[in-house]
């Protein structure tokens, strides 16, 4: 145990009796209901943030009230079941030493001071570990480490939201939500599985189509954004036939529409050259045998010719054309 002097001049509070501890946790409060008492000493709890693998010095009598002219004693309960490493330098001060590991962490200690009448009182130091990460992207910093600097800017990739430069931010990329609570093996996210992470990688799913052109919409409603979805192009993907003969022979029967089958909610509209709709299916599953459902137009076949059709997709993307039907 040390012994250390500590002079406050600018404070002087005055409390009833000794019998105040540290379940009073704010000195505010503590001034609320104490006005008209006598001054003692009161120690309150500390909180202490350090970063992983870093030390701090506190002093744990710096939120305490401390009447002129006390000596006081300093004592850490059990020091030893404490994760990082702390030493008592002296009059209050403290050192943490965190451990290097790359985790966060949340742990206490028992501090308790005694005068020289051996009146003791006791708190809670907290401490909170937490991770570097520079340019606040949710990716820790010793992941991006001080010599990666992908877009060759001005900012290496630890103090760059957009390592790569592609438009996206690494917040978005990295796909990280929490930085202390997240698998390594999975995060930051590496969509094509090519060693390159997303958030470094300027074509994310491999599709050929650059992240910056392809961007974070969701074109066809799957639930994956365009960057890292290797089916993206949308309608580039859909591609209808151009004519088809329904003459029962087995070939090019239907209008097809090549791609759709990832696109289950949708809606085809079908109209002849007057406007007249002579075909609606909802999930369209390319069955139009070129026969119309519409009962004021009739249900036979419909003659051969050119008809125009409207798509639409669950993303409300319409893709509109013309299918000449030929007899």
């Known amino acids: 145990m040390s012994y250390s002097k500590i002079l406050l001049v600018s404070l002087i509070i005055l409390i009833q009796s000794f019998s105040v501890n540290a379940q009073i946790n704010s000195l505010d409060?503590?001034?609320?209901?104490?006005?008209?008492?006598?001054?003692?000493?009161?120690?309150?709890?500390?909180?202490?943030?350090?970063?992983?693998?870093?030390?701090?010095?506190?002093?744990?009598?710096?939120?305490?009230?401390i009447p002129e002219d006390t000596v006081l004693v300093t004592e850490l309960i059990n020091p030893n079941?404490?994760?990082?490493?702390?030493?008592?330098?002296?009059?209050?001060?403290?050192?943490?030493?965190?451990?290097?590991?790359?985790?966060?962490?949340?742990?206490?200690?028992?501090?308790?001071?005694?005068?020289?009448?051996?009146?003791?009182?006791?708190?809670?130091?907290?401490?909170?570990?937490?991770?570097?990460?520079?340019?606040?992207?949710?990716?820790?910093?010793?992941?991006?480490?001080?010599?990666?600097?992908?877009?060759?800017?001005?900012?290496?990739?630890?103090?760059?939201?957009?390592?790569?430069?592609?438009?996206i931010p690494d917040l978005i990329e990295g796909g990280i939500e929490d930085p202390c609570n997240f698998d390594p093996?999975?995060?930051?996210?590496?969509?094509?599985?090519?060693?390159?992470?997303?958030?470094?990688?300027?074509?994310?799913?491999?599709?050929?189509?650059?992240?910056?052109?392809?961007?974070?919409?969701?074109?066809?409603?799957?639930?994956?954004?365009?960057?890292?979805?290797y089916y993206d192009d949308c309608a580039s993907r859909l591609a209808a036939v151009e004519t088809f003969s329904p003459n029962r022979d087995g070939i090019n029967d239907y209008f097809t529409i090549k791609g759709?089958?990832?696109?289950?909610?949708?809606?085809?509209f079908v109209y002849n050259r007057w406007g007249g709709r002579v075909y609606y299916m909802q999930n369209y599953n390319n069955q139009w045998d070129g026969t119309s459902q519409e009962s004021g137009i009739g249900t036979s076949d419909l003659p051969e010719g050119t008809y125009f059709y409207v798509l639409k997709l669950v993303n409300n993307q319409v893709i509109k054309g013309t299918v000449f039907l030929k007899r």
């Open 81 to 167: 079941d404490l994760y990082g490493v702390i030493d008592d330098l002296g009059d209050g001060n403290f050192r943490y030493q965190s451990i290097a590991d790359n985790k966060c962490l949340e742990e206490s200690i028992i501090c308790r001071i005694c005068d020289r009448s051996d009146n003791c009182q006791e708190s809670l130091i907290y401490f909170i570990v937490t991770l570097i990460d520079s340019d606040g992207d949710n990716i820790p910093d010793y992941i991006e480490q001080e010599y990666w600097n992908t877009d060759g800017d001005d900012f290496p990739d630890y103090g760059d939201t957009d390592s790569d430069g592609d438009g």
């Open 185 to 229: 093996n999975i995060y930051p996210l590496d969509t094509n599985g090519d060693g390159i992470h997303d958030y470094r990688n300027l074509d994310s799913d491999g599709d050929g189509i650059p992240d910056s052109v392809e961007g974070i919409e969701d074109c066809d409603g799957d639930g994956i954004p365009n960057y890292r979805d």
């Open 29 to 65: 409060h503590y001034k609320e209901i104490n006005q008209n008492n006598t001054a003692e000493v009161i120690h309150f709890n500390d909180t202490i943030n350090v970063f992983n693998g870093y030390n701090v010095e506190f002093n744990i009598f710096d939120n305490d009230v």
């Open 260 to 268: 759709l089958a990832d696109f289950p909610d949708n809606e085809l």
